[in-house]
């Protein structure tokens, strides 16, 4: 399959592919996006084979109008109401009871559906212009960190989708905030560009789900499907090494001699001080850590490093969405000095 590059001022190619039952990467404001028209069963399993997703793993379904939920979703709770009316268009999903319409490829055969209104511009017009709402997951390999520019979705998905609408760097760089607001309270299910303080602002009883920063045991049933695999790693190995700024670089310095026949790179919050590793900035708040993050775990990879030691603290509330996608890329290998 050749995979077509669409500007943004040329959606309508893009809008015509997902009306056809093809795939089309299109960026928003948290990470790329893989789109299938969210109607056509037969186009949303296109995408799980060109991700190599698992099939048991939902997708989010993306509108770019608020009255599109009372097609998709029924038994909306004034808990979830509020939490529409606070963050959407923005970087928040909300898990609701699916109505029929959804077919089962996208809940991966559970009674609800996840919803996001996309602020990014260009992810809403091509929606609109889509006319059906889009089914989308990560547009990177399953397991791979995500996109966040056309590039990194060309290296991953070039030859196994229709088209990629180049649309720039996005603006927060980790996916979205998951509530789900299909039961009595809500629960925050993910991490991500809305933090829970804010949520608390809105609905005070919504809770963290236990999975948040914790790996599922086998055998047991995770709420969010996603928690379940590896995720966001790229190929080198990560280590985090969390606490405050001298105990972190005093034990990096000693893992980078430890690990000095090896390829080393440092993903550093607290400045740029290793010798003979390869160093990438994280950022002077969590918040430019979270824009960052997986942006830099490729670049890693581009220059051949081995391992990664990953410098972290929590520092504000964007925080938890950097440790939940930086503890996944370590495979839960964590140094606390
Ligand atoms: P991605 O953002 O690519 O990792 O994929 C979408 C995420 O949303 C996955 O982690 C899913 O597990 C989660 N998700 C989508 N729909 C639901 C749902 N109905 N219930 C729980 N989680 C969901
Ligand atoms: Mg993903």
Do not use: W
């Not at 299109?26 to 698992?54: C, H, M, Q, S, W």
């Amino acid at each position: 399959m050749k995979t077509q590059i669409i500007e943004e001022n040329a959606l309508e190619e893009a809008g015509e592919i997902i009306r056809n039952g093809g795939l089309a990467a299109f960026p928003t404001e948290t990470v790329y996006g893989l789109g299938a028209n969210a109607f056509d069963e037969e186009a949303v399993k296109k995408i799980f084979a060109a991700k190599g997703r698992p099939s048991d793993n939902p997708l989010i379904v993306h509108i770019a109008d608020k009255n599109d939920i009372a097609r998709l979703a029924h038994d909306i709770s004034d808990d979830a109401r509020r939490l529409i009316e606070a963050f959407m268009p923005g970087p928040f999903t909300i898990i609701l009871k699916k109505n029929d319409i959804i077919p089962k490829a996208v809940s991966a055969g559970l009674d609800t559906v996840g919803i996001r209104f996309p602020s990014n511009k260009t992810a809403q017009s091509f929606i609109r212009i889509a006319g059906v709402p889009v089914a989308a997951p990560s547009a990177n390999l399953s397991g791979k960190p995500s996109p966040t520019s056309a590039k990194h979705v060309i290296a991953d998905m070039d030859g196994r989708i229709d088209a990629i609408i180049n649309g720039g760097e996005c603006s927060v760089g980790v996916e979205s905030t998951i509530v789900d607001a299909s039961g009595d309270v809500p629960v925050l299910l993910r991490p991500g560009g809305v933090t829970i303080d804010e949520i608390r602002e809105v609905v005070p009883k919504t809770r963290i789900d236990s999975h948040v920063l914790m790996s599922v045991c086998e055998g047991e049933q995770p709420r969010c499907p996603g928690m379940k695999y590896k995720h966001y790693a790229p190929n080198a190995e990560v280590i985090v090494v969390e606490g405050e700024k001298e105990p972190v670089q005093k034990r990096i310095k000693e893992l980078l001699s430890e690990n000095c026949k090896k390829t080393t790179g440092v993903l550093t919050m607290y400045g740029s001080v290793y010798d003979s590793a390869v160093m990438i900035d994280a950022g002077a708040s969590n918040k430019e850590y979270a824009l960052r993050l997986f942006k830099a775990l490729r670049e890693f990879d581009e220059l051949g490093v081995e391992v990664v030691f990953a410098e972290f603290c929590e520092r504000d509330g964007y925080g938890l969405a950097v440790k939940n996608r930086l503890y996944k890329s370590a495979g839960y290998n964590i140094i606390h000095v």
